[in-house]
């Protein structure tokens, strides 16, 4: 719900409806999501595996490959100067057809635009430029057949206007800035000679090289083990603390999100479910999926002998239940006739709870509440 009193987000997701082409023919992976980052913040995406996590991710860049997959509705304004009064992604429609038409650089507009329109020669002046993506899989990530530092300066030259050997100081400033010692030689070496670590710590730095107002991480700390996972968070942080960066952060981990996310999203079968600032979220809980990722974790000091489980698995997209999606699997309220009927919308809590969004028909306040898009604009002080 956009409100002229308050800063205006880096990023806003509305609607996003994304599909693929599948065996029962096209199936929706994402499925009218709404999200909003906001300059300096960190939002925090969980959820199991196959919730549409990383394809709204990818969908920020245009990364989903097309075909198989479509963008069937909804938008992505992208705010190169956020907070700049009365600007709205309503009045920027136009702004945003105009850059289309005449493919002007969209870094230069003012205004909100929506990424979805924009052709690929000009995304291509988006990614890894104001927007920059740390994908899974730090070991298969990076190019085997190129050197660390040709895979940098790829990315530094095709953005900056600056010499080779200035790309390369740059490039060996990035390895230092995220803790890769002899950084000049490192520049030489094949993924293949680096650990997971060291190759974890080269996509940070390829992804930060030329200074992104937003950095997409989707599992930055896959297949690490923890003690290179609580190195590669806490790089992440200190990054964003000098340079003002926002960040979706996108994991399976709640207690990753509890040290390093201000707003958490929690995203069901391709929709969002839960959506609030890290604290209303985790102090009280609302949607019985979110109570099930709790009670999944293993707290200290608790008595509990066994945790509790979320039974059975996330639905097939080609195949949702009807009604509530999470309702085959919920213990609060499976057999409830109003959850088997209708999906309930996401709805914004009122009057106990601000800015706290939930997508169950049995929450509290749900019925008092209004069906909004979540947009929270908290920036803790937890980064610095």
Same mark, same amino acid.
């Given at each position: ?31 009218? *999501? ?19 996590? %990383? ?19 909804? %938008? ?7 907070? %700049? ?59 085997? *057949? ?21 790309? @390369? ?15 000049? %030689? ?10 997971? $670590? ?24 896959? +297949? ?39 707003? *958490? ?10 959506? $609030? ?36 698995? @996330? ?53 008092? $509440? ?8 908290? @920036?803790?002080?937890?980064? +610095?």
């Amino acid at each position: 719900m956009m409100q002229h009193d308050k800063p205006q987000p880096l990023l806003r997701v509305e609607n996003l409806a994304v599909s693929f082409d599948g065996p029962a023919g096209r199936v929706r992976a994402v499925n009218g *999501v709404n999200l909003s980052i906001y300059p300096g913040q960190t939002l925090g995406v969980v959820g199991e595996s196959g919730c549409g996590k %990383s394809v709204s991710a990818l969908s920020t860049l245009q990364l989903v490959p097309t075909p198989p997959g479509r963008f069937e509705s909804g %938008s992505i304004w992208w705010n190169p100067t956020p907070g %700049s009064p009365g600007s709205s992604p309503e009045s920027s429609t136009k702004s945003s057809e105009t850059s289309s038409e005449t493919g002007s650089d969209p870094v230069s507009l003012s205004q909100p635009v929506d990424l979805l329109k924009y052709s690929e020669k000009q995304m291509q002046k988006i990614r890894g430029n104001d927007i920059a993506m740390i994908f899974q899989e730090p070991m298969t990530s990076l190019n085997p *057949v190129y050197t660390v530092g040709e895979q940098i300066l790829e990315a530094i030259l095709l953005h900056q206007k600056v010499s080779r050997s200035q790309a @390369v100081d740059i490039a060996v400033q990035a390895l230092k800035d995220v803790g890769i010692a002899d950084a000049a %030689s490192r520049l030489r070496v094949y993924p293949h000679q680096m650990s997971g $670590g060291m190759r974890q710590r080269v996509m940070i730095a390829m992804a930060l090289a030329c200074q992104p107002k937003l950095l997409l991480a989707d599992e930055p700390t896959t +297949a690490l083990d923890v003690t290179i996972q609580a190195q590669i968070l806490e790089l992440l942080r200190k990054l964003q603390a000098e340079r003002g960066m926002s960040i979706m952060l996108i994991t399976h981990d709640l207690g990753v999100v509890a040290e390093n996310a201000d707003v *958490v999203a929690v995203m069901y079968a391709g929709r969002v479910v839960e959506y $609030g600032s890290v604290h209303d979220v985790f102090e009280n809980p609302l949607h019985p999926y979110t109570q099930g990722l709790f009670d999944s974790m293993p707290i200290l000091g608790s008595s509990k002998h066994r945790l509790r489980t979320i039974e059975g698995n @996330v639905p097939n997209p080609a195949d949702l239940p009807s009604g509530c999606p999470f309702h085959p699997r919920c213990r609060s309220y499976a057999g409830d006739q109003r959850c088997t009927a209708s999906d309930p919308p996401l709805h914004e809590i009122t009057p106990d709870f601000r800015e706290h969004w939930a997508s169950c028909w049995h929450v509290d306040g749900h019925e008092q $509440g209004k069906a909004t898009r979540p947009d929270v604009d908290v @920036v803790t002080q937890i980064h +610095a």
